[in-house]
């Protein structure tokens, strides 16, 4: 059995749907104290808070090396980024072994970067949605497995759109990481 490990920095409304479909989860590892860290540990999951700060002094390097460790000390084989607002250093894409996945709030390679959302509603598109996809050292880039559409609707903020988005991430990053999990 694989070693999934779930990364989060906020909602973890994502997390929820991948507990919901009995996924087992061997870690929550999250940036900042956030309700996803609360879920985790609510559900009996071990947890890890690996905070980082914010502005000129953050070291990413020295960050990921402290999660490099927690990955290992798990034994973790998979990684599937749930909202997970930090860019990890490069190193780790070439030197861990496992493979890391992460959903995306666009149909990439539309839209990358933090603010998704917003920009699919600053440019207008009719339709947008959600890329789950293996994560590089290169933001919202690598391989594509799986996409799902949704409308966006005249009266949409970024909130409605973005929930929309969310529903259908919950139905579809589970499907996908159970996939990654077999043998
Ligand atoms: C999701 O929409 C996910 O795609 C997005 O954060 C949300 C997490 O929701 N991730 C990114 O924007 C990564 N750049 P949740 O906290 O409710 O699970």
């Not at 839209?111 to 293996?134: M, Q």
Request: glycine share 6%.
């Amino acid at each position: 059995m694989k070693n999934l490990a779930v990364f989060v920095s906020g909602t973890g409304t994502i997390l929820e749907a991948i507990l919901r479909d009995n996924i087992p989860v061997a870690l929550v590892l999250a940036d900042r104290k956030c309700r996803g860290l609360e879920i985790a540990k609510a559900a009996g999951i071990p947890t890890e808070l690996v905070e980082r700060t914010f502005g000129k002094g953050f070291n990413r390097e020295e960050y990921t090396r402290r999660i490099f460790r927690i990955l290992l000390d798990h034994e973790i084989d998979l990684i599937a980024m749930a909202g997970f607002m930090t860019i990890l250093a490069p190193f780790l894409f070439k030197e861990w072994p496992g493979i890391i996945l992460n959903t995306h709030p666009s149909l990439l390679p539309a839209f990358k970067g933090d603010n998704a959302v917003r920009d699919a509603l600053n440019h207008g598109v009719k339709v947008t949605g959600c890329t789950i996809h293996r994560a590089t050292a290169k933001l919202d880039e690598g391989s594509i497995l799986a996409q799902a559409s949704v409308p966006v609707l005249p009266e949409d903020t970024r909130n409605t759109l973005h929930e929309r988005i969310k529903r259908k991430e919950r139905a579809l990053y589970p499907r996908v990481i159970k996939q990654m999990l077999k043998p």
